[in-house]
């Protein structure tokens, strides 16, 4: 096991300086742009791919840190410079993500490079979980995979909600019920391979913010697959399911599986907005004039700013310490992957919505970007679980009551 430590390596320092070099330089002065285009921004994609900070095996590297940390260090600094942008740049991390917790070694040297494509011609891929009547109820998907003997095919049906990069993934990951009589427990991950017939998206949907970030429905109609795309293998599918026939223990749902690995770095991805804000508005605070002097010299404009900083600091350590005790494997037994990403959530709204109030009129305008970034901020508190989900998790470990 790696020990904790707050202070960072030599690899570390260098990853956080190199990806905030190409946050300040690529995404930063182009955020506003994508945002009113409303479109994926590609070429950044690119440029991001061809340096090596966009694929398989940056995410690898960030990955397989063993404190933990190099995943949340180079999200903040994503985030940090524009969050529907590097939404674009981190979402196909879900999908990559969903390979990984449900998936065998051959499936991810198989399937987890073709979600990101190469540095020539880079691709995203999509994690679908979330249907129209289930968001929050994990336990209540209706997108059905029925396993077809004769052909040895999986084939899929149903429909999937607000999918980011729905519509434009080479690959999808979908969660799916097998077996319905088993509720939650039935379910299983799916790959549905580059260029399946009957993958049929929405068109984007129209967002309050992350408008650089694409999100669509996806309808699966009679969608085929390879027997071998189920996600671990048919055989302890089978196992998995007689457990859970049996009334036996059996490692709980797909989905959650999936979400319990990518919490702190939402978590990270909340802080890099909220850090975002708050230094534009301590710079903003120190210039700004109001009565005869700076209105950082006001003890209330101060006191927040004070306020940003404590806050965000506090949400960062959450987010780390999640991150450690998951790459480590130490049990979450107090919800401190959902503490994590509860508390960068909630910082990341209240933060910008201060940011904006420094700002004054200003800040309440297209010309200055924590406008943009309060719009963002708020789907920390909504998807990879509402807040409610988290205090739901939390007070659940905590209590060993199943709390409603
Ligand atoms: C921009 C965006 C991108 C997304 N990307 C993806 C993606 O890539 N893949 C994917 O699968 N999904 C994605 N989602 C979906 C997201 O995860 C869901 O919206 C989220 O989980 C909430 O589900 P819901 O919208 O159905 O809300 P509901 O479950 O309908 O909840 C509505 C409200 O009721 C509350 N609530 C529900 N149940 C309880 C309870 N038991 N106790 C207390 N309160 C409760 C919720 O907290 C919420 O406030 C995305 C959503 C958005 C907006």
Redesign the pocket.
């Known amino acids: 096991m790696a020990g904790f430590s707050l202070e960072l390596n030599e690899d570390q320092t260098d990853l956080r300086d190199w990806v905030h070099g190409f946050a300040k330089e690529y995404i930063r002065p182009a955020a506003s742009e994508w945002d009113e285009r409303e479109e994926t921004p590609w070429p950044i994609i690119q440029e991001a791919a061809k340096i090596g900070l966009y694929g398989f095996e940056s995410l690898a590297t960030w990955f397989s840190d063993p404190t933990g940390l190099s995943l949340p260090i180079a999200t903040e600094e994503l985030f940090w410079g524009d969050a529907g942008i590097a939404l674009s740049l981190m979402?196909t991390g879900?999908a990559a993500a969903g390979i990984f917790a449900g998936g065998d070694p051959d499936q991810l040297a198989e399937w987890v490079p073709q979600c990101f494509g190469d540095e020539n011609d880079p691709k995203v891929a999509?994690?679908?979980?979330?249907e129209p009547q289930a968001?929050?109820?994990v336990a209540g998907y209706r997108t059905r995979a029925r396993y077809d003997e004769a052909t040895d095919e999986w084939v899929i049906n149903g429909q999937k909600?607000?999918?980011?990069n729905g519509g434009i993934a080479n690959v999808y990951v979908v969660m799916a019920v097998v077996d319905p009589d088993l509720g939650a427990r039935g379910q299983a991950g799916f790959i549905i391979p580059p260029g399946t017939p009957g993958v049929r998206p929405t068109k984007k949907i129209k967002?309050h913010g992350?408008r650089a970030s694409n999100?669509a429905d996806v309808f699966f109609d009679d969608v085929r697959v390879p027997g071998r795309c189920v996600l671990g293998g048919r055989e302890k599918l089978e196992a998995r399911l007689a457990r859970a026939r049996e009334g036996k223990s059996s490692a709980g749902q797909a989905a959650m599986a999936t979400f319990e690995t990518t919490r702190p770095t939402v978590g990270a991805m909340a802080v890099g907005v909220a850090r975002a804000a708050y230094e534009y508005a301590l710079e903003y605070a120190r210039d700004r004039e109001a009565f005869g002097r700076k209105i950082i010299e006001n003890q209330s404009i101060a006191f927040d700013l004070a306020n940003m900083k404590l806050e965000i600091d506090a949400a960062r350590l959450l987010v780390w310490r999640a991150a450690w005790m998951g790459r480590n494997d130490v049990p979450f037994t107090a919800g401190e992957g959902s503490m994590s990403k509860l508390k960068a959530g909630e910082v990341a709204v209240w933060a910008t919505e201060r940011a904006i109030q420094i700002l004054g009129g200003a800040g309440y305008t297209r010309e200055h970007p924590v406008e943009r970034m309060h719009r963002d901020a708020k789907?920390f508190t909504?998807?990879?679980?509402?807040s409610?989900?988290q205090r739901?998790v939390i007070s659940r470990l905590i209590s060993g009551i199943h709390i409603?």
């Open positions: 979402g879900l999509a994690f679908c979980a979330s968001g929050s109820d909600a607000w999918a980011t967002k992350l999100t789907i909504i998807f990879e679980g509402t409610e989900i739901l409603r």
